[in-house]
């Protein structure tokens, strides 16, 4: 597992989720548009397990990670512990990780192909699991990062619904960095309005309050929350 520059000792978890929910709830209340508080995921890459169970002790129970193996190395001991807690991949996915994916989370944020939709909707028939998907869109269009870019999102649609594909909540995105991001949370909500997809996962530490603006219904915090990662 990798180090973290700054470890959270676990007593500022506690600290640090209180604060965090008091701005989401500042943030709710600011917006326009009615409707519950978004969700807080607790982007927990890198953190070890006391951190995540100090987490969970002070009542995170939406966790995101970015690597299946990662996640398989640490989740499955707290989950039989926790079993209340709700775990979201949020980084990319192979269709070769498909059968491991399924098994372990029960969101998956990150559906950017019909290769993985398939691959997943295949594994979520075999296990009898109900996944929660998210398709990730790329609306910053950069080559390096994963997404469907936003003029390929309507086949991606059309193909859940033509096959009838189960389990598709929302869209995801993760605006270019160092820019406004207000103008991707903008579209996202656009776009999720059009497909009449309820769910909007968007928002890091740095921009959740905006996002929240834009009718985030899950925010993704790890900084925040855990302290600065060295990677
Ligand atoms: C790490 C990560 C986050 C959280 O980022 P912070 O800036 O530390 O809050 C959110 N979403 C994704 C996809 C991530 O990889």
Known sequence: MNTIKNPTPPGTVATAFAAVQQQVQAATRARLTQGAAPTIVGASKTQGPQVLAAAIAAGLTHFGENKVQEAQGKWPALKEAHPHTVLHLIGG???????????LFDVIETIDREKIADAVANEMAKQS?????LIQVNT???PQKGGVAPRDLPALIAHYRKNKLPGLCGLMCVPPFDINPAPHFALLQKLAAEYELPWLSM????????????GATHVR???ALFGERSI
Not at 93 to 103: D, G, H, M, T
């Open 203 to 214: 928002g890091m530490s740095s921009d959740y309050q905006i996002a929240i603006r834009f």
């Open 221 to 223: 915090i790890g900084t």
């Open 140 to 142: 910053g269009e950069e």
């Open 93 to 103: 996915l192979q269709s070769n990780k498909a059968v491991e994916a399924v098994a």
């Open 129 to 133: 699991r109900d996944v929660k998907l």
